[in-house]
């Protein structure tokens, strides 16, 4: 099963993904970089790759300190909605809060 890898863009036609992507140190990019290669060839369950449900249709990526919040749609299609680096033991409220948000505008509830 193969999935389509895709950035949320913002109705301004931002990308914050790509963004905190490009803005990472190169050995930490390549990280998530193989994790994406990962689960573009062999889907959501790709060896290697920990994913974790937060609940409804948000699920996080987990790679080293790094966290990338992504909805699932139809294609079948991985949205990356959001990321952060992780520096505490949980998620912070506003983190989740901006994944929650744009989650809502891809799958049309926001």
Excluded at 13 to 34: M, S
Excluded at 83 to 105: D, I, S, W
Aim: proline share 5%; hydrophobic share 40%; charged share 25%.
């Amino acid at each position: 099963m193969n999935l389509v890898v895709r950035f949320y863009t913002t109705p301004a036609g931002a990308n914050p993904v790509r963004v905190y992507l490009e803005d990472l140190p190169d050995a930490e990019l390549a990280l998530i970089t193989d994790a994406l290669d990962d689960l573009r060839g062999h889907g959501l369950k790709a060896p290697g790759v920990v994913l974790r449900h937060i609940d409804g249709k948000l699920w996080e990526l987990k790679v080293s300190r790094h966290r990338v919040f992504y909805v699932v749609i139809e294609g079948p299609e991985l949205v990356l909605l959001h990321a952060y680096k992780k520096q505490g033991q949980k998620a912070p409220v506003h983190e989740l809060e901006t994944a929650r948000r744009r989650m809502k505008e891809v799958l049309g509830h926001g």
